[in-house]
């Protein structure tokens, strides 16, 4: 089987394909090369380079080559059906609905946990936990939430789903830059639990009890298993960057994150703004999926000062340990060299001036 195709992706976004095997006008002499270079005289490189232009929910829309020339543009209903491309040149990549891989000989789309139509805008077949449950990830008070086979809960203008389980409550680039830092907080806890110290693989195993919670947020993931979090994106308080609440049922978590405030942390850092988000964006995730676990753990948002005060010292201490891994030098948490009663005392100072906010008045 001879070499087809290469994609690109970035923050689990698919940014471009590199082609060997290309579109119909350049096969018609059996060589590898770029669209009409056989008419034009051009000499027929090895492959292609496509690049491209996705919407708010990760769907390609227009496809450009190396040199930016425009190859295609692309339609779509809100579902998905209807695909509609331009240009006589064939797609590079079978990647097309929010990044999805589309199969050609059904026209159904592979998210991962199942397969979806977008001929009917249904998943094939219905959604579910490992936990058993009468009806998995349903909300009472949300009757397009019953139905297991229902995409997005019936509204794909803004929502997406990222791998055929659970609904996040933001844009393509929101949901991306949140999978990416667990990405890297897997990363942390990979580097930890290879160590020699038992200290270390101790952390690791904080880190991945929090991971665990969240469950997978790869597309390519497919036992979702079941996680009950919620993820959704606002502005929260002044120096506020996320938040955990758990539902009323004892077991969903709603989860928010102050995605500019986490992005603009970095402006004017010696560290730069990129690498300080990047580094954050793990911390802060894993900061709050502690809270879901504690939460989700006494059935209750914290009751007393003393639920309060464990809950942020323990958040803290595992953003603490996703440093360490990642080797992130941009906060007073962890730094190399930091002795354990600078550490201890970092946690500390941390976890009460959260405390304080949080019996403060607004």
Known sequence: MAWAHTNVWAGGQLLATYSAILDPPCQQGGTNCQPNCLQTGQSCPDGALHFYFNDWLGTRRVQTDYAGIQEQDCSSLPFGDQLNCTQSIGGPTEHHFT?????????????????YASTMGRFLSPDWSAKIEPVPYAKLDNPQSLNLYAYVGNNPL?????????????????????????????????????SDNAADRKEAGAIQKVLDFYGPMSSKAGDKGDNGVNVSFASLGKGVAGNAVVGQDGHTVN??????????????????????????????????????????????????????????????????????GLNFQGTPLWYPGISDDARGAAINAAAQASDAASTSPQ
């Open 158 to 194: 803004s929502r997406f789903d990222p791998d055929g389980h659970w609904v996040c409550n933001g844009n393509h680039d929101q949901c991306a830059a949140i999978q990416t830092g667990l990405n890297l907080a897997q990363a942390s806890q990979k580097q930890l639990a290879a």
């Open 99 to 115: 990044g999805k891989e589309r199969d050609t000989e059904s026209g159904n789309d592979y998210f991962g946990a199942r397969y």
């Open 255 to 324: 989860i928010t994150f102050d995605l500019n405030k986490i992005n603009s942390a970095g402006v004017g850092s010696s560290m730069g703004g990129q690498y300080m988000s990047l580094g954050l964006r793990a911390g802060i995730s894993i900061h709050e999926g502690t809270h879901g676990v504690d939460e989700r753990h006494w059935g209750h948002l914290p009751s007393s000062d003393r639920q309060e005060d464990w809950t942020e010292h323990n958040a803290y201490r595992n953003e603490s340990y996703t440093y360490q």
